[in-house]
């Protein structure tokens, strides 16, 4: 039984884009190489919304919060770091391991980050360099309203560096880097692009280029300016993850043919249908609604009920993959991911699975309320 892999990440690969990773090996150095990288770096720049160069590390997209620091600081920079979850958490940490100085704004889990709120931490930080911000909290499964923090951070301070966290989001849901005046985006292969682990993907804005030509912190791996001075002869600075510049080349082909409001549109249909499932099921969202991710959807288990012993079920008995909670919310959700490659029959067969388990421990649907009995 091919399995249902419904956590946030890794995701469902496309057929098209299996058969691509496939492929034998070609020189990275040479002219086949070069031409798939412009078209690749040519997509990413249409769903990164920006005119800029984007970058490619063989990485996950970790590596790329470390890449943001290194290429946008210097030892002893003031930054706010606004966090909502583990992930907020991760670039904060980075930020203070890195030696800046962080001044951690932390919003309950499951709630969003209210932007004037963050506007009005900014304006007590008369030296801070730079905002860190995660556009899609993994893990609490809500999304920050990044256009609105964007603006009220950049009216209080108009030469802040907005560093965006947008590994879950960038893909699957609006975020337009030029517009919204971001400075530095990152992405991670896995997510939203239908491709498997192993590539981080970053841009900078002008604002974020000046800032890596003044930033002191040492790096030589992570440096954008040999990654861009790469990209210009077609190549990047060490061996690339061939294999996923192929699926990426052929997933983002797919992605164009969809068009970029239409894979919007169905991730916000996709997570509309697993909401409503969930509530049909008197399940409740860890996230505050009007929050709610688009690309993955966190649910409380329910009163007396085992997130663990439920996962398993769902994987041993039904072949879906859900995820749990991370560190303090282990065992009090459940996340279930519909990012990339997914369409409603995979919600429908993951969220009557679901509904099957449940009842068989013995939980008691609200009446009336059982999708499967409605055929949904
Ligand atoms: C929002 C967010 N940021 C960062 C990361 C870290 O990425 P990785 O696990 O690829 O290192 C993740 C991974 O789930 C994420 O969801």
Redesign the pocket.
């Known amino acids: 039984m091919e399995e249902n892999l419904r956590i946030?990440?890794p995701t469902p690969i496309p057929p098209p884009v299996a058969a691509a990773l496939a492929r034998p090996m070609i020189n990275h150095r040479g002219p086949a190489f070069a031409e798939l990288l412009r078209r690749v770096t040519d997509h990413l720049r249409f769903f990164f919304q920006t005119d800029q160069p984007v970058l490619g590390f063989p990485a996950?997209?970790?590596?790329a919060?470390e890449a943001a620091v290194v290429n946008s600081f210097s030892p002893g920079d003031e930054v706010l770091a606004v966090t909502i979850g583990v992930?907020g958490n991760?670039l904060a940490k980075t930020a203070e391991l890195f030696g800046l100085r962080v001044t951690r704004m932390e919003v309950p889990w499951g709630q969003a980050a209210d932007p004037q709120a963050v506007a009005q931490r900014l304006a007590e930080l008369p030296n801070a360099r730079g905002v860190l911000v995660?556009h899609?909290?993994?893990?609490t499964g809500v999304t920050n309203d990044l256009r609105a923090i964007a603006q009220a951070a950049r009216a209080k301070r108009s030469d802040i560096l907005l560093i965006v966290?947008a590994?879950?989001s960038l893909g699957c849901v609006d975020l337009r880097m030029d517009e919204w005046d971001l400075d530095v985006v990152f992405t991670?292969s896995?997510?939203g692009w239908m491709v498997p682990?192993g590539l981080a993907m970053i841009a900078a804005s002008e604002r974020g280029w000046a800032a890596t030509a003044r930033a002191t912190l040492p790096r030589y791996y992570w440096d954008f300016r040999r990654a861009r001075a790469s990209l210009e002869k077609g190549q990047t600075p060490y061996t690339p993850p061939v294999s996923i510049y192929f699926g990426l080349d052929v997933a983002l082909q797919m992605m164009r043919d969809e068009g970029r409001e239409a894979i919007f549109a169905r991730h916000q249909a996709v997570a509309d249908l697993t909401r409503a499932r969930a509530r049909a099921l008197g399940l409740r969202l860890f996230a505050e609604l009007a929050h709610a991710s688009n690309t993955v959807t966190a649910l409380r288990v329910p009163e007396g009920g085992d997130g663990k012993a439920l996962t398993k079920a769902l994987r041993e008995r039904e072949g879906v993959v859900i995820a749990g909670g991370q560190e303090r919310l282990e065992g009090q959700i459940l996340r279930i991911g519909h990012l990339g490659y997914v369409h409603e029959a995979d919600i429908t067969a993951c969220m009557d699975a679901l509904e099957r388990q449940l009842v068989a421990v013995g939980y008691s649907l609200p009446v009336g309320s059982s999708g499967l009995a409605r055929g949904e």
Do not use: A, I
């Not at 996950?60 to 590596?63: A, E, K, L, P, R």
């Not at 899609?136 to 893990?139: C, D, G, L, P, Q």
């Open positions: 946030p990440g996950s997209g970790t590596g919060m992930f991760r995660t899609n909290e993994t893990s966290d590994v879950s991670g896995q997510k682990p």
